[in-house]
C-alpha cells in the first residue's frame, strides 16, 4: 500500500475507498485538503481553475463549498454540466469532495440562511455527487446555516446507507455554522464523536487548535485520541477565515494540529479571492517539507 503523498494520479483510480483511506493513515498526518469557493463564480488566476491553482500548490484531496448537485459547475472547467467533475479530476489528478450541509433545529445565535436545494444533505444529492464522480463527500455546514450535529449524525446515517461503500465518508463542524449550543467549545463532546462514528463516518472532522473560541491544543488532541480508539481518521480544519492569516500563523496551526496527531489537514476556502496559494504550501512546507511539498506540486501533472 503506497502512501497517499507518493500516489500518482494511476494509483489513485485503482484504489478502492478503504484503499484510500489507508493510504491516507499510512501518510502519517501528511495529507492536506483543500476547500474551494463557488459561492462566486470567479478564479484566482484565470483561465486555470482554482482547483488546478490549489493542486499545483500542494494540495492532497479537493473539497467544493457551496456545489450545486442539480446544477453542476465549476468555475474555468468547460465541460458538460454531468463531466464536470471528471473533467476537473483529468485536469488535477486529485481526489475530489463536495460539502452537503445537514440543516438542523438549534436556536440559532445570527440569521439563518437559506441554502439552494443541492447543496443539502439529502440522499438524492449523495447519489448524485456519486453519479457526477466525486470521491468523497463532507457534513457540515457553513456560516449561518443552523447545521447542528444531530442533523448530522441523521444524514450520515442515510448516507452510509445508500453510497457509504463507494464514497468516504467525512463529517463535523469548522465553527459553529449558527447554532448557539454548539458554539465554542460546545461543537462536539466525545458521545457525539462516538455517534459520527456508529453513523458511518470514515472521517471526523474538528476545528484546528487556536480557531475556534475555547478550542485549544488540548481539547483537540483528546478528542483526536477518542476518534482513534474508533478506528476511524481525523481532520483538522481551518474554517474561520485565518487560511487569510500571515505564513507564520498558518504554520503555528499546522504544527499544533500536527501535534496533536491529525491524519489530514484542512485549509479553508475564505483567502482572498477563494483561496490562498502561498498559505498552502506554507503549510505544506511546515507539515511535510520542501521533498514532498515539491513532489506533490509536480504530481499535479495527471499521469
Not at 182 to 203: L, M, P, S, T, Y
Not at 273 to 289: F, H, K, Q, T
Request: net charge negative.
Amino acid at each position: 500500500m503506497k502512501r497517499l503523498l507518493n500516489c500518482d494520479t494511476s494509483d489513485l483510480k485503482k484504489m478502492n475507498k478503504q484503499e484510500r483511506l489507508m493510504a491516507m493513515e499510512a501518510s502519517e498526518g501528511r495529507v492536506l485538503v483543500q476547500e474551494l469557493s463557488l459561492f462566486h463564480d470567479s478564479q484566482l488566476l484565470a483561465p486555470l481553475s482554482d482547483a488546478e491553482m490549489a493542486a499545483a500548490f500542494g494540495a492532497d484531496l479537493l473539497l467544493l463549498n457551496a456545489f450545486d448537485c442539480e446544477h453542476p459547475h465549476v468555475a474555468g472547467i468547460d465541460a458538460e454540466p454531468q463531466e464536470v467533475i471528471r473533467t476537473l479530476k483529468n485536469y488535477t489528478g486529485r481526489l475530489v469532495g463536495v460539502n452537503l450541509e445537514p440543516v438542523g433545529q438549534s436556536e440559532m445565535i445570527s440569521e439563518q440562511f437559506e441554502m439552494p436545494e443541492g447543496r443539502k444533505a439529502m440522499v438524492a444529492n449523495a447519489l448524485k455527487a456519486k453519479e457526477l464522480g466525486f470521491d468523497f463527500i463532507l457534513l457540515t455546514g457553513n456560516p449561518g446555516t443552523g447545521v447542528d450535529n444531530a442533523a448530522i449524525i441523521d444524514a450520515l446515517k442515510e448516507m452510509h446507507e445508500a453510497v457509504g461503500e463507494d464514497l468516504i465518508l467525512m463529517a463535523g463542524k469548522m465553527h459553529a455554522a449558527g447554532s448557539k449550543k454548539e458554539a465554542g467549545n460546545h461543537i462536539i463532546n466525545k458521545e457525539q464523536i462516538k455517534a459520527f462514528a456508529d453513523a458511518g463516518a470514515d472521517v471526523i472532522l474538528l476545528p484546528a487548535p487556536g480557531t475556534v473560541p475555547g478550542v485549544t491544543f488540548d481539547f483537540v488532541k483528546e478528542m483526536i485520541d477518542l476518534i482513534h480508539e474508533q478506528g476511524k481518521l481525523s481532520l483538522t480544519a481551518i474554517g474561520t477565515s485565518q487560511e487569510g492569516a500571515s505564513s507564520a500563523t498558518i504554520e503555528q496551526i499546522a504544527l499544533m494540529c500536527k501535534m496533536t496527531g491529525t491524519d489530514l489537514h484542512h485549509i479553508g476556502d475564505a483567502g482572498v479571492g477563494g483561496m490562498d496559494p502561498e498559505n498552502l504550501m506554507a503549510y505544506s512546507i511546515a507539515i511535510r517539507g520542501k521533498r514532498h511539498t515539491y513532489t506533490r506540486m509536480a504530481r499535479s501533472i495527471n499521469r
